[in-house]
């Protein structure tokens, strides 16, 4: 099965920066999506970024500038570098990975999920 472990969370102060990294057991097939969400406290699940095994990337709108996606292939490990912090990014940050490419920033699609890494800013 694909396992996922997220690390990098944190507290940072608001404009400061962080980068989580996810890293898999394996990635689920050859063709597959990664993808990072955020959940805060009363609010639905927010899908943050994604890339797919081709390298494309989607980002939601509230991130757009501020976060950058990338991944390792070599060590397997999913990267999401976060900028310019504002309070509204407070969130535990899952990492998350599908079959195909279709998934995107639908957290419906993913089948494997990490335990989350909480980032906290004040």
């Known amino acids: 099965d694909v396992q996922l472990v997220e690390s990098g969370g944190g507290s940072v102060q608001a404009g400061g920066s962080l980068r989580l990294s996810c890293t898999a057991s394996?990635?689920?097939?050859?063709?597959?999506?990664l993808g990072w969400f955020r959940q805060a406290p009363g609010k639905e699940r927010e899908g943050v970024a994604a890339?797919?095994?081709?390298?494309?990337?989607r980002y939601g709108d509230s991130v757009k500038g501020r976060f950058t996606i990338s991944k390792d292939n070599a060590k397997n490990t999913l990267y999401l570098q976060i900028g310019n912090l504002n309070l509204e990014d407070t969130a535990m940050y899952y990492c998350?990975?599908?079959?195909?490419?279709?998934?995107?920033?639908?957290?419906?699609?993913?089948?494997?999920w990490g335990q989350g890494t909480q980032v906290t800013v004040s």
């Open positions: 998350a990975a599908s079959n195909g490419l279709e998934a995107g920033l639908n957290s419906n699609a993913y089948t494997h």
């Open positions: 394996r990635y689920p097939t050859s063709s597959y999506c």
């Open positions: 890339i797919d095994s081709d390298g494309s990337t």
